[in-house]
C-alpha cells in the first residue's frame, strides 16, 4: 500500500505542478509561481487532496532544492 500512497503523492502534486506552471505562463508569469502556488494548494493544511504528510514533506524538502536550483539557473551570471 505504500507505493499507492507514493504514486498518489506524486501523481496529485506533479499534476498540480503542471497546471499551475500552465496558468501562470499564459498569465505571462514565470512557471515558478505557478508551482509555488500548487505546493500551496496541496499541502497539508488546505481541505481537498489528502496525501501521506511525512512523503509529502520529504518531497517538499526536494522540491526546496530544486526550487533554488531553478531560480538560480534564470538569474543571469556576473562573469
Known sequence: MHSFDLL?????GLG???AGG???HRLGLSPIVGYLFAGV???PYTPGF???QHLAE???EIG?????????SIQPSSS
Do not use: H, K, S, W
Open 8 to 12: 498518489l503523492t506524486l501523481t496529485g
Open 16 to 18: 498540480a505542478a503542471l
Open 64 to 72: 526546496v532544492i530544486l526550487l533554488m536550483f531553478g531560480v538560480r
Open 50 to 52: 489528502v496525501a501521506d
Open 22 to 24: 500552465y496558468v501562470t
Open 58 to 60: 520529504q518531497m517538499a
Open 41 to 43: 494548494l496541496v499541502g
